[in-house]
């Protein structure tokens, strides 16, 4: 049996849905070679949340 506290049993279950999301990113790109620069990504991130804003949804 292991014991751990619950801070580092939290920062296990981080770490391993990083690594996760990471893993599944890697699939995605795989898949297509279509990528995007940093400049379209946040532009993107920026109009959608400015759009959240200006319809109320926050």
Same mark, same amino acid.
């Given at each position: 049996m292991v014991v751990m506290s619950f801070e580092a049993y939290e920062k296990l279950q981080? %770490?391993? %849905?990083?690594?996760? @999301?990471? @893993? %599944? $990113? %890697?699939?995605? $790109? @795989?898949?297509?070679?279509q990528r995007f620069s940093h400049k379209e990504v946040f532009d993107s991130l920026r109009q959608t949340m400015q759009e959240k804003v200006d319809g109320g949804n926050v």
């Open positions: 981080f %770490e391993s %849905e990083v690594y996760f @999301k990471l @893993k %599944e $990113a %890697e699939l995605q $790109a @795989k898949q297509t070679n």
